[in-house]
């Protein structure tokens, strides 16, 4: 943890005990050994600090918080306090008084170079630039170490980046940066690459590439010696940005006769053959040739290049590369792009592809090689290259069913390959509803038979596909059979998983969801990158716990995030990976402006209010030890990063159906409407709960009274955006023909808040004469069998059950409301009862507001009676749902064993019914108790 | 056919074994030592991380292969014998004794092919390997192959006796 190098200072010897019980997670003991050590020696203040790391672990944060603050306040200048209180800091996530402690320790010891160095790295924890530019410089003032100062200039390019203004970037902070560097350069002090790397980095910002190709090739560019090609590749960058295409042109084609596989070069040896042309270039006189060698400018000398590179690799007798003949197929297709016959000096693109299937069709890349110059071959010759891949694939004799099958693996993966390719192509989804079954039909047998070569190979691909298929047959049960039927013979493949778990989210069945996601061992990004697969659909399922728990998986992700990479950012500074700095800075942006991100955070305490709430602490407590405020909004809006991935499930479809940029753009549309939606509910939540309450310190200065406007002029403000944003979801249903289910929900059941709180608002002093009950036809819309069976046939309602989420979610918001209300009229009620005694007048009657909100806790109890009916009567009819009893479709037949696993996947969709309406039935009758105190 | 690029460091991390943290430890320290191999469609084929570590003075400075990991869809194409030289190059550069790294016993298709891109075993680790509830698994071998600077090629000679995790470097 912290250093303990020093062994003769007898406080070192104090504090082993202590930092050994924490390092070893042993809070307790370490509290009581500090407080054992602070009894003899008072002023031992890392004992203080230690103690409240433990306190801080064993959550008792304001205690931790109010002894480090005792320490702190007296600005220790010992290194133990100091690295014990950055620890601390860093774990209560305030890395910002960690820049205060050492401001105060280089004040007291003002030469002290390690002190200095903190301050630094403190600063560049929260992204300080400007103090750490100025940090950096007193650095090298004491102790003259280059590092130092080139910590200073990075610090000035961190300004320039982050700056709003780019015009401040490129006429203050680069040239500031770039001054200094050459200062140094004058003076002959350049030292380290790292100097080097940031130099042309800075001249790059600028927009210098000239200056920044004479800094790569001269002296300088020398010490560019770490990273592979450095030079090469920056000079590359500085040719594309100048247009410099006689420099791109011929540099590439040096990289390539060096390594004919290299991708990046093909592309820039192209672009750069091109724009040669199309700028009549010309050979200069002689003496004048391009620093990079010899430069090509016409067609034939690139078709010269690529066929020479084939020919080269025909010769070998090791592995043929496949760089050059997939360099072959995009000259084609930039040479058609241009409407340049001379392709065909390059031969027929089906016979190209053909020759490169018989040398690569039994590796598994060559499906995603050929896939993007499917588009060279003509509709009319698709199935002619199906049929001639299909002549060099090894088949052996067909059965009594009419399929033959591969007797090897590299057979099987060329068989494989032609199934892809021929889907690609789009001969699948030509074929007629007869066609689609049997082919279903031939792939899972290929699958069984495939299943002897390994079980986690490339095999399952097949079923995949096969599955895919039946998809567009509208078979779900029996798509759901046969992926658990494929899981149980290739466990460990996630394709299966992933399609199983949309399946059974489409079905609204979460339970057997929890298990796969967790199955799939999402690590790290992913849980930003595919966790929405889990939580987008757990709460509105009704399965709260799963729901919770799938929200903590990514978020704790994300906070350890934050954490983390600052503290990578100060090793980049250390280690001088200046180039390094930017990206983990633009990584952390993106994870914090992630939209699953803000996702789960609402969801989660959405969660904790609905299921919680005035269960264990109230809903105000809970709002406050949430931390929302209701006037803030935390969602980055405007910077929202969308990284879901969406390409997840591999698909092997034509591109016509692929995934386009409209459907990812509409989709991030819906789902940020959505979270609209779910973060202005929680926001008026917390205003609901903090309303009539004296207003929180900050606001301090207002009076009480004016508080309780401010806050309810919130609420209005709030209750009016959410209004908006119902009627813009409402318009996006109206728009798409495909939305988000939970869009299309708002339509009818996710409007009632208006309604309800808006005349609760202004509660006092008189209650309006309207109290909305909950409508009636918010249960009436989940009213009918979630799952049913009718003519052997099982049907599916999900939509239910997320209505039923909805109506219950609304109860708990009611209740909450009511509550409010009751605590407003019950000093009322008082202050009448105490005027009755003295009139002793026994006539007059209860005022209209009490009874009026008596009948209406009357009917919302009758309500939720009717609910709770609704749930038990649902739960009982489902229970007594006999699946066994089912015969299945028609039109596709199953063996027994097949029948088994669509049971199983059916049982699992009704038992996650079941579970679903316990949990909402708990819910509601916890709910229900919280009407007894309502009793003014 | 690859593109082969330094690491950038974004999503691409997305197949990993490892937290984010050791990622950008390697980052932040070793930068040069971290190349990717991209498909032209874009797809990740397969990444190497390494570093560069050891005493000069005891002749023990050498570049270490941290990771090799190729998809599933782009093996047997050579990739990761191209990734090695590449990691064994900057080794060289730096000046490197020999270049090592660690190894399941078990993982015989990967010995084998460290075996035929010239390397050797020079010790066995034992239970180098944990399982994840933190048991020991598996030993190590502990491959090495000499670079030029190495003319005796001493580094690699094997050590006849196992050691245990603690015991080396």
């Known amino acids: 943890m912290a250093a303990r190098g020093h062994v003769q200072d007898p406080n070192d010897r104090r504090l082993r005990p202590i930092y050994d019980y924490l390092d070893n997670g042993n809070n307790k003991m370490a509290i009581q050994q500090a407080d054992k050590l602070l009894k003899k020696h008072k002023d031992l203040h890392c004992a203080k600090v230690l103690k409240a790391i433990g306190l801080q672990r064993t959550g008792k944060q304001d205690e931790a918080f109010s002894l480090a603050q005792e320490v702190a306040t007296l600005e220790p200048t010992d290194d133990n306090s100091l690295q014990a209180l950055t620890i601390l800091y860093r774990e209560m996530h305030h890395p910002e008084l960690v820049t205060k402690l050492y401001e105060a320790a280089v004040k007291k010891v003002p030469l002290s170079e390690e002190y200095h160095s903190h301050l630094f790295m403190a600063y560049a924890r929260v992204g300080e630039y400007k103090k750490m530019q100025q940090a950096g410089m007193a650095l090298y003032k004491i102790v003259p170490k280059n590092p130092y100062y080139f910590w200073s200039v990075m610090s000035l390019v961190m300004q320039a980046i982050s700056a709003q203004d780019e015009k401040l970037a490129q006429t203050m902070f680069l040239p500031l940066a770039e001054r200094m560097v050459e200062k140094m350069v004058k003076e002959e002090k350049i030292e380290a690459e790292a100097e080097v790397q940031l130099y042309f980095m800075i001249l790059e910002r600028l927009g210098k590439c000239v200056e920044a190709l004479d800094v790569v090739r001269g002296p300088l560019g020398e010490k560019l010696t770490s990273e592979l090609r450095s030079r090469e590749n920056k000079c590359m960058m500085m040719y594309q940005r100048l247009q410099l295409w006689p420099e791109c042109n011929a540099l590439s084609y040096k990289l390539l006769l060096k390594n004919p596989d290299d991708w990046q070069f093909y592309l820039s040896y192209f672009d750069s053959l091109f724009h040669l042309m199309d700028k009549s270039w010309s050979q200069p006189e002689e003496g004048e040739h391009c620093v990079e060698g010899p430069v090509q400018t016409t067609v034939a000398e690139a078709v010269k290049f690529v066929v020479d590179r084939m020919e080269e690799q025909d010769k070998k007798e090791s592995r043929p590369l496949r760089g050059p003949y997939l360099a072959c197929l995009e000259l084609i297709h930039r040479l058609r792009q241009r409407g340049c016959p001379d392709e065909k000096e390059l031969g027929d693109p089906l016979e190209l592809m053909v020759q490169f299937f018989g040398k690569f069709g039994d590796k598994p890349c060559c499906i995603t090689d050929l896939k993007i110059y499917l588009h060279l071959l003509p509709p009319e010759q698709r199935s002619q290259f199906k049929k001639r891949l299909g002549e060099l694939v090894p088949l052996g004799e067909a059965g009594e069913d009419g399929f033959g099958f591969p007797g090897d693996t590299k057979a099987l993966q060329r068989h494989l390959c032609v199934c892809q390719l021929s889907r690609a192509l789009g001969l699948q989804h030509a074929l007629d509803t007869e066609g689609k079954l049997r082919l279903i039909t031939e792939l899972k047998a290929h699958y069984h038979h495939g299943l002897q070569f390994g079980k986690n190979s490339s095999t399952p691909i097949s079923l995949s596909l096969a599955l895919t298929t039946t998809m567009w047959a509208n078979m779900l049960w029996q798509c759901l059979s046969v992926l658990e039927e494929g899981l149980s013979f290739s466990p460990s493949n996630a394709q299966f998983k992933l399609l199983l778990l949309l399946l059974f989210c489409r079905l609204g069945a979460f339970q057997p969801v929890v298990d796969l996601y967790s199955s799939l061992d999402a690590k790290h990004v992913q849980h930003d990158t595919i966790g929405y697969l889990l939580t987008r659909y757990a709460g509105s399922l009704g399965q709260f716990a799963a729901a919770s728990q799938s929200c903590n998986f990514s978020l704790r992700f994300f906070h350890s995030n934050q954490k983390d990479t600052s503290e990578y950012i100060i090793q980049a500074y250390k280690y001088g990976a200046f180039e390094k700095i930017p990206e983990f800075i633009a990584f952390r942006t993106r994870l914090n402006q992630s939209l699953h991100f803000a996702q789960v955070r609402t969801e989660r305490m959405l969660l904790d209010l609905y299921t919680e709430a005035d269960v264990t602490l109230s809903l105000e407590e809970s709002v406050k030890a949430m931390g929302v405020c209701p006037e803030e909004d935390d969602i980055p809006w405007d910077n929202m990063r969308d990284n879901r991935d969406l390409t997840v499930l591999v698909s092997w479809d034509p591109k016509d159906r692929e995934l386009t940029e409209e459907h990812r753009r509409l989709s991030l549309e819906e789902e940020s409407v959505w979270l609209k939606v779910r973060s202005l509910t929680l926001r008026l939540l917390a205003s609901l709960a903090l309303l009539g309450h004296a207003p929180s310190p900050r606001n301090s200065d207002k009076t009480n009274e004016n508080g309780i406007s401010a806050k309810s002029s919130t609420l209005q403000t709030l209750l009016s955006q959410l209004d908006q944003t119902l009627e813009t979801a409402v318009q996006i249903t109206e728009k798409q023909t495909q939305v988000h289910t939970l869009i299309y929900l708002t339509k009818g059941c996710y409007c009632p808040y208006g309604s309800l709180l808006f005349p609760h608002a202004d509660l006092c002093p008189s209650l309006p004469s309207s109290l909305s009950p909950l409508r009636p036809e918010m249960l009436s819309r989940c009213k009918g069998e979630v799952l049913e069976m009718k003519d052997g046939r099982l049907t599916t309602r999900p939509s239910l059950l997320e209505t039923l989420v909805f109506f219950v979610e609304t109860v708990c918001v009611v209740l909450w409301v009511a509550s409010y209300s009751a605590s407003v009229l019950r000093p009322l009620k008082s202050s009448l009862q105490k005027k009755k005694k003295k009139k002793k007048d026994s006539s007059s009657a209860m005022p209209v507001v009490l009874c009026g909100f008596q009948e209406w806790t009357g009917s919302l109890q009758g309500v939720v009676t009717q609910a709770l009916d609704h749930v038990k009567g649902q739960e009982a009819s489902l229970t007594a749902l006999k699946l066994a009893a089912l015969t299945l479709e028609e039109g596709y037949s199953q063996t027994q064993e097949e029948c088994g696993f669509t049971r199983a996947a059916m049982d699992k969709v009704q038992s996650s019914y079941l579970g679903s309406l316990q949990e909402l039935g708990d819910l509601l009758r916890k709910r229900a108790d919280s009407l007894k105190s309502l009793k003014i | ?169």
């Open chain 2, 1 to 169: 056919m690859t593109t082969l690029r330094a690491f950038t460091f974004n999503f691409d991390i997305c197949y990993n074994n490892y937290g984010i943290p050791f990622y950008l430890q390697y980052l932040a320290h070793w930068p040069e030592y971290f190349i990717v191999a991209e498909a032209p469609g874009g797809e990740l084929m397969g990444y190497i991380m390494g570093k560069a570590e050891g005493s000069v003075a005891r002749e023990e400075w050498h570049g270490h292969v941290t990771a090799l990991s190729v998809a599933p869809e782009f093996r047997r194409l050579g990739l990761a014998a191209k990734l090695m030289e590449m990691l064994e190059e900057i080794s060289e550069r730096k000046g490197g004794f020999f270049v090592d790294l660690f190894v399941r016993v078990s993982n015989q298709v990967a010995v084998n092919m460290y075996k035929q891109l010239g390397y050797s075993v020079y010790r066995t680790v034992i239970e180098y390997y944990s399982a994840s509830n933190g048991e020991p698994d598996e030993d190590a071998y502990d491959m090495r192959k000499a670079l030029s600077r190495d003319t005796e090629r001493k580094s690699i000679i094997p050590i006849p006796h196992p050691v245990r995790p603690e015991d080396i470097e």
